[in-house]
């Protein structure tokens, strides 16, 4: 079974940093997942204003307005199906800052859209479309896009006046041996609101095939993509 991530980009997927191949080209029939360990490098946030918008973030595991340099951080990745029989990728990074945070994400490829949707939160409250492509150095660029909000049986287009775009690079540095991860959200309006830049290493579990670990399941899962 080839990885989200594969279906997505064909053959340019060739193109990618063999490392960078490894990280995003497991499937849940694999039987691995893929568990990061490191340092960020700086957290930053925007200016005043953002601070209460990231505060509502912690609410539901997606943004956080702590900010400072090397902070410990784990990105845990596992592949399996959710309970709608849908390949879906965990992105739950967990910053060990002045107070423990976690921004928990959830990808799947959308047969409906023909491309990656990310489930932000630890309800997936927030639908977001993925662009992906790679970048000279053979990493993995991934930009967001449009935002759907579902809760119950409210569902609707969100504003991006009232969020922020998305810049995500994650690639593989040589002269280091390490991955390196930079990620920049911002708002056409309110300019830069959130973001982190670091590196990690990976070690690599075996899975059983029954799941993933109990503290990454969401709480909520959402069907409507």
């Known amino acids: 079974m080839s990885s989200i991530y594969q279906r997505v980009l064909g053959s340019d997927f060739e193109k990618l940093h063999p490392k960078i191949q490894e990280r995003f080209g497991f499937s849940s029939a694999d039987g691995i997942a893929s568990v990061g360990t490191g340092v960020m490098d700086e957290i930053w946030r925007g200016r005043f204003y953002t601070i209460p918008f990231l505060y509502v973030g912690t609410w539901r595991r997606i943004m956080f307005p702590e900010q400072g340099r090397n902070i410990p951080f784990t990105i845990e990745n596992y592949a399996y199906q959710d309970r709608f029989g849908r390949e879906t990728v965990t992105w739950v990074r967990t910053f060990e800052s002045r107070k423990r945070r976690r921004f928990d994400a959830y990808m799947i490829y959308s047969e409906q859209r023909n491309r990656i949707v990310d489930y932000l939160g630890s309800h997936q409250h927030l639908a977001v479309d993925l662009d992906l492509s790679v970048d000279e150095r053979g990493g993995m660029k991934i930009r967001s896009g449009a935002q759907r909000f579902y809760e119950g049986p409210i569902g609707f287009s969100f504003p991006l006046f009232f969020s922020g775009i998305a810049d995500v690079c994650e690639w593989y540095?040589?002269?280091?041996?390490?991955?390196?991860?930079?990620?920049?959200?911002?708002?056409?309006?309110?300019?830069?609101?959130?973001?982190?830049?670091?590196?990690?290493?990976?070690?690599?579990?075996?899975?059983?095939?029954?799941?993933?670990?109990e503290h990454l399941i969401p709480l909520r899962e959402e069907q409507r993509e």
């Open 173 to 213: 540095d040589d002269a280091t041996d390490k991955y390196r991860i930079q990620v920049e959200v911002t708002n056409r309006t309110w300019g830069r609101l959130f973001g982190y830049n670091g590196s990690f290493d990976v070690t690599w579990r075996k899975t059983d095939g029954t799941g993933i670990p």
